[in-house]
């Protein structure tokens, strides 16, 4: 069979209407029709498909397939955030701080979702009193977000207090020593671009060091200094601390809480009076203040803390196992601590410490602690080899002690066990 090129059959198509055209003119004009049509419909699909053009260029002048995964990765990566579902894990590890969590969540839905090319996803700034939690907010914060510790970009800012103290996160000049490395600022964007920039307690860090963060935030981008290459910033949570003015904040905490953005500007203002500067204050995205902890929620937290400290040691707190009586005088001491439970947690651990180690040292699995007049002690409650099977239940153990001092229970395996602290 002859293969005809498309201009020989045009030829021929040419030929076979002037032939029918002749024999049947009739006929003739219902070919020219036909072909008119035909012609028309293609012109009509070939405007029809210039949006597909578009990507035969992309066929012929890139690797069209390998640019379509990284573009459905990027979309994957603006991603949604099941806000309620972040607000409930932060609730369930930060006491007290319920109006900040739900503040902070619902924005950040709203800013994921509304990801913008060339801007930092959020740039918050958290301040408050000390020991409040803003720290562990942030931390927390990244690990639900991104779910890895290295998608955490810590900084204790108070290391930056000398005007030039940020070459080191942001890279050195050439020909100064330490040029031949990145930043760690820099580095850790480059490498983990999606992440929680955490920059603890910003005030204490210099105001030039301040200044440099404002190309971060403004224009999504930091630049090394040792090679002039640009880092994105665009992926990035930028969490600022501070503690300054935590008196004032207080008051306005009780006055506006409820009206975030009234909130918001007003804790604004205030960080301009403790001499933040109005560029840096004007490129942050949102603000939200701590509330000091008051009443049972510094107990809720200072339990939680004996909790991580006895498990620093490897033991296990049986449920019910912090005496009250601890808890109940830690909060006689609140004026003395103020609110941080920083201090307070520290002042417990040394009052344990001792008692948890000899416990551990017995080869304690579980303890309770008890108070005892003036001191702490840790009692064992079971040992790694089992051999506490029969242990009395804390509750029981308690009623028999109403009358006497503690004892130890005469099971086989707890001789031995209380550790007292004097
Ligand atoms: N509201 C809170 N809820 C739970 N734990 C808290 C809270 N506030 C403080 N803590 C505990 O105390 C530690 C110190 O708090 P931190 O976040 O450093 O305070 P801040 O940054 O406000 O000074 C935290 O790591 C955490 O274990
Ligand atoms: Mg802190």
Redesign the pocket.
């Known amino acids: 069979m002859i293969m005809a090129s498309p201009w020989s059959f045009r030829f021929f198509l040419i030929f076979l209407f002037l032939f029918v055209g002749k024999a049947l003119p009739q006929l003739g004009w219902i070919m020219i029709g036909i072909a008119a049509t035909i012609v028309f419909i293609k012109a009509a699909y070939k405007m029809e498909r210039l949006p597909g053009r578009i990507m035969d260029i992309l066929d012929r002048l890139t690797n069209k397939s390998a640019l379509e995964k990284k573009y459905s990765d990027q979309q994957r990566e603006t991603k949604q955030i099941d806000h309620k579902q972040l607000a409930d894990y932060l609730k369930s590890?930060?006491?007290?701080?319920d109006s900040v969590i739900d503040s902070v969540t619902q924005q950040l839905r709203r800013r994921f979702a509304a990801k913008r090319p060339g801007k930092p996803i959020a740039v918050f700034c958290?301040a408050?009193?000390?020991?409040?939690?803003?720290?562990?907010?942030?931390?927390l914060l990244a690990k639900k977000l991104y779910g890895e510790k290295d998608n955490l970009l810590f900084y204790d800012m108070s290391l930056y207090s000398q005007p030039h103290a940020a070459s080191s996160m942001f890279g050195q000049a050439k020909g100064y020593v330490g040029s031949n490395t990145y930043g760690s600022l820099t580095a850790g964007l480059r490498d983990f671009p999606n992440s929680v920039v955490l920059l603890?307690?910003f005030e204490k860090a210099h105001p030039e060091v301040h200044k440099r963060f404002l190309t971060a935030w403004n224009d999504g981008f930091i630049t090394e200094v040792s090679d002039g290459s640009h880092i994105p910033t665009d992926g990035a949570v930028s969490i600022l601390?501070t503690?300054a003015a935590s008196k004032s904040l207080d008051s306005l905490t009780r006055r506006y809480e409820g009206d975030q953005r009234k909130f918001s500007d007003m804790i604004k203002n205030v960080l301009k009076e403790a001499d933040f500067a109005p560029e840096v204050l004007s490129r942050i995205d949102d603000y939200f203040a701590?509330k000091p902890?008051k009443g049972l929620?510094i107990a809720?937290?200072v339990a939680?803390?004996i909790e991580?400290i006895v498990h620093q040691y490897d033991l296990k707190l049986i449920e019910g196992g912090i005496d009250s009586q601890i808890l109940a005088d830690v909060l006689k001491e609140e004026e003395k601590y103020g609110s941080?439970?920083?201090e307070m947690?520290r002042a417990i651990e040394n009052k344990i410490a001792d008692s948890v180690i000899e416990a551990k040292n017995s080869n304690a699995k579980e303890i309770s602690l008890r108070f005892d007049g003036d001191s702490i002690i840790a009692f064992i409650e079971s040992y790694h080899n089992g051999a506490n099977t029969d242990a009395p239940h804390l509750n029981d153990r308690l009623q028999s002690q109403a009358n006497s001092s503690i004892k130890k229970p005469d099971s086989a395996g707890i001789s031995g066990a209380k550790a007292k602290l004097s």
């Open positions: 590890k930060l006491i007290g701080q958290l408050g009193p000390p020991g409040v939690g803003k720290t562990y907010f942030a931390k603890d307690e601390t503690n701590f902890l929620d809720r937290v939680l803390e991580s941080g439970v920083r947690a």
